[in-house]
T-cell receptor
Framework: AQSVTQPDIHITVSEGASLELRCNYSYGATPYLFWYVQSPGQGLQLLLK??????LVQGIKGFEAEFKRSQSSFNLRKPSVHWSDAAEYFC???????????FGAGTRLFVKA | DVKVTQSSRYLVKRTGEKVFLECVQD?????MFWYRQDPGLGLRLIYF???????EKGDIPEGYSVSREKKERFSLILESASTNQTSMYLCASSMGQDAYEQYFGPGTRLTVT
Protein backbone atom coordinates (compact mmCIF):
# COMPACT_ATOMS: atom_id res chain seq x y z
CA ALA A 1 0.00 0.00 0.00
CA GLN A 2 1.11 3.53 -0.66
CA SER A 3 2.35 5.46 2.34
CA VAL A 4 4.30 8.51 3.39
CA THR A 5 6.49 8.51 6.47
CA GLN A 6 7.80 11.55 8.25
CA PRO A 7 9.97 10.05 10.98
CA ASP A 8 10.20 13.18 13.12
CA ILE A 9 7.06 14.29 14.91
CA HIS A 10 8.73 17.50 15.98
CA ILE A 11 12.09 19.19 15.53
CA THR A 12 13.62 22.17 17.31
CA VAL A 13 16.32 24.25 15.65
CA SER A 14 17.98 27.51 16.54
CA GLU A 15 17.30 30.54 14.43
CA GLY A 16 19.95 30.78 11.73
CA ALA A 17 20.74 27.07 11.83
CA SER A 18 20.19 24.74 8.91
CA LEU A 19 17.16 22.48 8.67
CA GLU A 20 16.41 19.13 7.13
CA LEU A 21 13.02 17.46 7.39
CA ARG A 22 12.84 13.86 6.33
CA CYS A 23 10.25 12.19 4.15
CA ASN A 24 10.12 8.64 2.83
CA TYR A 25 7.41 7.18 0.66
CA SER A 26 6.25 3.83 -0.52
CA TYR A 27 4.84 3.72 -4.04
CA GLY A 28 5.42 1.46 -7.01
CA ALA A 29 5.95 4.17 -9.59
CA THR A 30 7.55 7.59 -9.53
CA PRO A 31 5.02 9.76 -7.79
CA TYR A 32 4.40 13.43 -7.75
CA LEU A 33 6.01 14.79 -4.59
CA PHE A 34 5.05 17.81 -2.55
CA TRP A 35 5.91 19.68 0.60
CA TYR A 36 3.24 21.81 2.23
CA VAL A 37 3.47 24.12 5.23
CA GLN A 38 0.71 24.88 7.71
CA SER A 39 0.96 27.86 10.02
CA PRO A 40 -1.09 27.71 13.21
CA GLY A 41 -4.81 27.92 12.53
CA GLN A 42 -4.32 28.03 8.77
CA GLY A 43 -4.77 25.75 5.79
CA LEU A 44 -1.87 24.18 3.94
CA GLN A 45 0.29 26.14 1.53
CA LEU A 46 2.41 24.52 -1.16
CA LEU A 47 6.15 25.00 -0.61
CA LEU A 48 7.46 23.05 -3.57
CA LYS A 49 6.73 20.15 -5.87
CA UNK A 50 8.53 17.55 -7.95
CA UNK A 51 7.01 15.98 -11.03
CA UNK A 52 10.03 15.06 -13.14
CA UNK A 53 13.42 16.33 -14.29
CA UNK A 54 15.98 17.90 -11.99
CA UNK A 55 15.84 16.07 -8.69
CA LEU A 56 16.71 19.18 -6.69
CA VAL A 57 13.75 21.52 -6.61
CA GLN A 58 13.51 25.02 -5.29
CA GLY A 59 10.47 26.35 -3.52
CA ILE A 60 9.18 29.43 -1.84
CA LYS A 61 10.62 30.97 1.32
CA GLY A 62 14.11 29.67 0.57
CA PHE A 63 13.25 25.98 0.86
CA GLU A 64 14.54 23.23 -1.39
CA ALA A 65 14.03 19.49 -1.58
CA GLU A 66 15.87 16.63 -3.19
CA PHE A 67 14.26 13.55 -4.70
CA LYS A 68 16.34 10.41 -4.27
CA ARG A 69 14.74 7.55 -6.11
CA SER A 70 17.07 4.91 -4.68
CA GLN A 71 16.10 5.89 -1.14
CA SER A 72 12.44 6.70 -1.88
CA SER A 73 13.04 9.99 -0.12
CA PHE A 74 12.15 13.61 -0.64
CA ASN A 75 13.81 15.57 2.14
CA LEU A 76 13.17 19.25 2.69
CA ARG A 77 16.04 21.61 3.49
CA LYS A 78 16.69 25.21 4.34
CA PRO A 79 20.18 26.64 4.93
CA SER A 80 19.16 29.20 7.56
CA VAL A 81 15.94 29.02 9.51
CA HIS A 82 13.97 32.11 10.49
CA TRP A 83 11.62 32.35 13.47
CA SER A 84 8.71 32.72 11.02
CA ASP A 85 9.40 29.21 9.71
CA ALA A 86 7.91 27.72 12.85
CA ALA A 87 4.97 25.69 11.54
CA GLU A 88 3.93 22.17 10.67
CA TYR A 89 5.31 20.65 7.50
CA PHE A 90 3.65 17.92 5.49
CA CYS A 91 5.20 15.75 2.85
CA UNK A 92 2.74 14.40 0.30
CA UNK A 93 2.71 11.94 -2.57
CA UNK A 94 0.38 12.34 -5.53
CA UNK A 95 -0.53 9.07 -7.14
CA UNK A 96 -0.01 9.33 -10.88
CA UNK A 97 -2.98 8.50 -13.07
CA UNK A 98 -5.46 9.43 -10.37
CA UNK A 99 -6.60 12.20 -8.11
CA UNK A 100 -5.46 10.93 -4.79
CA UNK A 101 -2.73 12.50 -2.68
CA UNK A 102 -1.38 10.83 0.43
CA PHE A 103 -0.09 13.01 3.24
CA GLY A 104 2.43 12.21 5.91
CA ALA A 105 1.57 12.76 9.55
CA GLY A 106 3.53 16.01 9.61
CA THR A 107 6.60 17.39 11.37
CA ARG A 108 6.19 20.33 13.69
CA LEU A 109 9.11 22.73 13.57
CA PHE A 110 9.99 24.85 16.59
CA VAL A 111 12.52 27.65 16.21
CA LYS A 112 14.37 28.92 19.25
CA ALA A 113 16.03 32.30 19.50
CA ASP B 1 -4.18 33.55 -6.80
CA VAL B 2 -6.41 30.61 -6.14
CA LYS B 3 -8.78 31.25 -3.35
CA VAL B 4 -10.54 28.52 -1.43
CA THR B 5 -12.93 29.69 1.23
CA GLN B 6 -14.76 27.76 3.90
CA SER B 7 -17.98 28.95 5.42
CA SER B 8 -16.88 28.87 9.05
CA ARG B 9 -13.56 28.92 10.89
CA TYR B 10 -15.05 27.55 14.11
CA LEU B 11 -18.22 25.61 14.65
CA VAL B 12 -19.76 24.06 17.76
CA LYS B 13 -22.56 21.56 17.30
CA ARG B 14 -24.41 19.10 19.48
CA THR B 15 -24.44 15.35 19.10
CA GLY B 16 -27.08 14.27 16.62
CA GLU B 17 -27.28 17.57 14.76
CA LYS B 18 -26.98 17.72 10.99
CA VAL B 19 -23.95 19.78 10.06
CA PHE B 20 -23.10 21.44 6.76
CA LEU B 21 -19.60 22.59 5.90
CA GLU B 22 -19.35 24.68 2.76
CA CYS B 23 -16.37 25.22 0.51
CA VAL B 24 -16.06 27.54 -2.48
CA GLN B 25 -13.16 27.91 -4.91
CA ASP B 26 -12.79 30.67 -7.46
CA UNK B 27 -10.34 29.19 -9.98
CA UNK B 28 -12.59 26.92 -12.01
CA UNK B 29 -10.87 23.81 -10.68
CA UNK B 30 -12.34 20.48 -11.66
CA UNK B 31 -11.43 18.66 -8.48
CA MET B 32 -12.41 19.32 -4.91
CA PHE B 33 -11.57 17.45 -1.73
CA TRP B 34 -12.58 17.21 1.89
CA TYR B 35 -10.04 16.10 4.48
CA ARG B 36 -10.07 15.84 8.21
CA GLN B 37 -6.93 16.60 10.14
CA ASP B 38 -6.19 15.09 13.51
CA PRO B 39 -2.95 15.35 15.52
CA GLY B 40 -0.48 12.62 14.62
CA LEU B 41 -2.62 11.35 11.76
CA GLY B 42 -1.98 13.99 9.13
CA LEU B 43 -4.72 14.58 6.58
CA ARG B 44 -7.18 11.85 5.79
CA LEU B 45 -9.35 12.03 2.71
CA ILE B 46 -13.09 11.88 3.35
CA TYR B 47 -14.53 12.44 -0.13
CA PHE B 48 -13.51 14.03 -3.36
CA UNK B 49 -15.25 15.19 -6.50
CA UNK B 50 -13.78 15.41 -9.99
CA UNK B 51 -16.79 17.01 -11.65
CA UNK B 52 -20.18 18.47 -10.87
CA UNK B 53 -22.47 15.87 -9.31
CA UNK B 54 -19.61 13.34 -9.29
CA UNK B 55 -18.15 12.10 -6.04
CA GLU B 56 -15.83 9.39 -4.84
CA LYS B 57 -15.28 8.01 -1.38
CA GLY B 58 -11.94 8.60 0.21
CA ASP B 59 -10.37 6.68 3.05
CA ILE B 60 -12.80 7.59 5.83
CA PRO B 61 -16.25 8.32 4.34
CA GLU B 62 -18.32 6.74 7.10
CA GLY B 63 -20.64 9.22 8.75
CA TYR B 64 -20.20 11.81 6.00
CA SER B 65 -21.81 12.69 2.70
CA VAL B 66 -21.06 15.36 0.11
CA SER B 67 -22.79 17.45 -2.48
CA ARG B 68 -21.47 19.20 -5.55
CA GLU B 69 -24.23 20.94 -7.46
CA LYS B 70 -22.01 23.67 -8.91
CA LYS B 71 -18.41 23.49 -10.02
CA GLU B 72 -17.18 26.04 -7.51
CA ARG B 73 -18.93 24.65 -4.44
CA PHE B 74 -18.40 21.43 -2.51
CA SER B 75 -20.32 20.71 0.66
CA LEU B 76 -19.56 18.22 3.40
CA ILE B 77 -22.51 16.94 5.39
CA LEU B 78 -22.46 15.22 8.74
CA GLU B 79 -25.88 13.58 8.84
CA SER B 80 -25.85 13.06 12.61
CA ALA B 81 -22.82 14.57 14.27
CA SER B 82 -20.97 12.54 16.84
CA THR B 83 -18.22 13.48 19.27
CA ASN B 84 -15.66 11.46 17.31
CA GLN B 85 -16.19 13.83 14.41
CA THR B 86 -14.66 16.67 16.40
CA SER B 87 -11.77 17.66 14.18
CA MET B 88 -10.28 20.19 11.79
CA TYR B 89 -11.85 19.94 8.34
CA LEU B 90 -9.92 21.13 5.32
CA CYS B 91 -11.25 21.70 1.85
CA ALA B 92 -8.97 21.72 -1.18
CA SER B 93 -9.19 22.06 -4.93
CA SER B 94 -6.98 21.13 -7.85
CA MET B 95 -7.01 21.24 -11.60
CA GLY B 96 -6.78 18.59 -14.25
CA GLN B 97 -7.07 14.86 -14.27
CA ASP B 98 -4.11 13.93 -12.15
CA ALA B 99 -2.85 14.32 -8.62
CA TYR B 100 -1.45 17.79 -9.05
CA GLU B 101 -0.92 20.28 -6.28
CA GLN B 102 -3.89 21.15 -4.17
CA TYR B 103 -4.99 24.54 -2.90
CA PHE B 104 -6.39 24.59 0.59
CA GLY B 105 -8.93 26.62 2.46
CA PRO B 106 -8.21 27.88 5.99
CA GLY B 107 -10.06 25.02 7.63
CA THR B 108 -13.09 24.66 9.89
CA ARG B 109 -12.51 23.54 13.44
CA LEU B 110 -15.62 21.59 14.38
CA THR B 111 -16.41 20.68 17.96
CA VAL B 112 -19.25 18.28 18.64
CA THR B 113 -20.43 18.24 22.25
Amino acid sequence: AQSVTQPDIHITVSEGASLELRCNYSYGATPYLFWYVQSPGQGLQLLLKYFSGDTLVQGIKGFEAEFKRSQSSFNLRKPSVHWSDAAEYFCAVGLTGGFKTIFGAGTRLFVKA
Amino acid sequence: DVKVTQSSRYLVKRTGEKVFLECVQDMDHENMFWYRQDPGLGLRLIYFSYDVKMKEKGDIPEGYSVSREKKERFSLILESASTNQTSMYLCASSMGQDAYEQYFGPGTRLTVT
